[in-house]
């Protein structure tokens, strides 16, 4: 946040205490005071609100492509072995027959995800909730709770605002559609890419690997 801040980005800023520092310690638990940022949660944006976001995403990641955070050891960063060690430490938790089957299909489909190394990687919001951005008026006014921020590729975000499926295709409704129905539209998620390109082009292992991506983004949601 302190580097974000410094480089004029759109986030809330963070204050020191009285000792100096950011942290500070309440009944054994530690906090952290934050700017108040005005402005409204909208559940569903307009086409040109989108487009602002899609911009301020874009600008995240330029920002932040060559940012290497002190203290990436002590937070979750999206990856495969992330990903492998959070989906085996919950199947251990639940301990059942289900859970362990769950588990050989959850690596089995990780397996297929392929992710060089060459793939670039900076600081990704990770999770654009509409309770997470703000407008004021009609335009974007901030992007704020970065909890879920991590050092991981670059395309997660866009990976993140990418949703390829007709609009009644929920987490709730899937249930009702039949296996051979069509549940795609991707003309929303072309533009998301087009919007997204205008501000930070991609490199060719990106295009390459943005669905790898986006998978790796969904199976992190399994979890």
């Given at each position: 946040?302190?580097?974000?801040?410094?480089k004029?980005?759109?986030?809330?800023?963070?204050?020191?205490?009285?000792?100096?520092?950011?942290?500070?310690i309440?009944?054994?638990?530690?906090?952290?005071?934050?700017?108040f940022?005005?402005?409204?949660?909208?559940?569903?944006p307009?086409?040109?609100?989108?487009r602002?976001?899609?911009?301020?995403?874009?600008?995240?990641?330029?920002?932040?492509?060559?940012?290497?955070?002190?203290?990436?050891?002590?937070?979750?960063?999206?990856?495969?072995?992330?990903?492998?060690?959070?989906?085996?430490?919950?199947?251990?938790k639940?301990?059942?027959?289900?859970?362990?089957?769950?588990?050989k299909w959850?690596?089995?489909?990780?397996?297929?995800?392929?992710?060089?190394?060459?793939?670039?990687?900076?600081?990704?919001?990770?999770?654009?909730?509409?309770?997470n951005?703000?407008?004021?008026?009609g335009?974007?006014?901030?992007?704020?709770?970065?909890?879920?921020?991590?050092?991981?590729?670059?395309?997660?975000?866009?990976?993140?605002l990418?949703n390829?499926?007709?609009?009644?295709?929920?987490?709730n409704?899937?249930?009702?559609?039949?296996?051979d129905?069509?549940?795609f539209?991707f003309?929303?998620?072309?533009?998301?890419?087009?919007?997204y390109?205008k501000?930070?082009?991609?490199?060719?292992?990106?295009?390459?690997?943005?669905?790898d991506?986006?998978?790796l983004?969904?199976?992190?949601?399994c979890?």
């Amino acid at each position: 946040i302190k580097f974000l801040n410094e480089k004029n980005y759109t986030c809330p800023t963070q204050y020191k205490n009285k000792q100096g520092k950011f942290v500070g310690i309440y009944r054994n638990k530690p906090f952290i005071i934050f700017e108040f940022m005005g402005g409204k949660h909208l559940k569903k944006p307009n086409k040109d609100q989108k487009r602002q976001l899609i911009r301020r995403v874009a600008e995240l990641q330029n920002i932040t492509k060559n940012y290497h955070p002190l203290y990436k050891k002590y937070r979750w960063n999206y990856d495969i072995d992330l990903c492998k060690r959070l989906a085996q430490k919950e199947a251990k938790k639940i301990n059942t027959p289900n859970s362990i089957k769950k588990l050989k299909w959850f690596n089995e489909e990780l397996s297929k995800i392929k992710l060089p190394k060459s793939l670039p990687k900076g600081i990704c919001h990770c999770d654009f909730h509409s309770s997470n951005v703000l407008f004021e008026k009609g335009k974007f006014k901030a992007i704020i709770d970065f909890d879920d921020a991590n050092y991981t590729f670059l395309i997660f975000d866009l990976a993140s605002l990418i949703n390829p499926f007709i609009p009644a295709f929920e987490w709730n409704t899937w249930l009702k559609f039949e296996k051979d129905v069509n549940i795609f539209d991707f003309s929303e998620s072309k533009w998301i890419v087009s919007e997204y390109i205008k501000y930070r082009p991609l490199k060719n292992n990106e295009k390459k690997y943005l669905f790898d991506v986006f998978k790796l983004t969904i199976m992190l949601d399994c979890i």
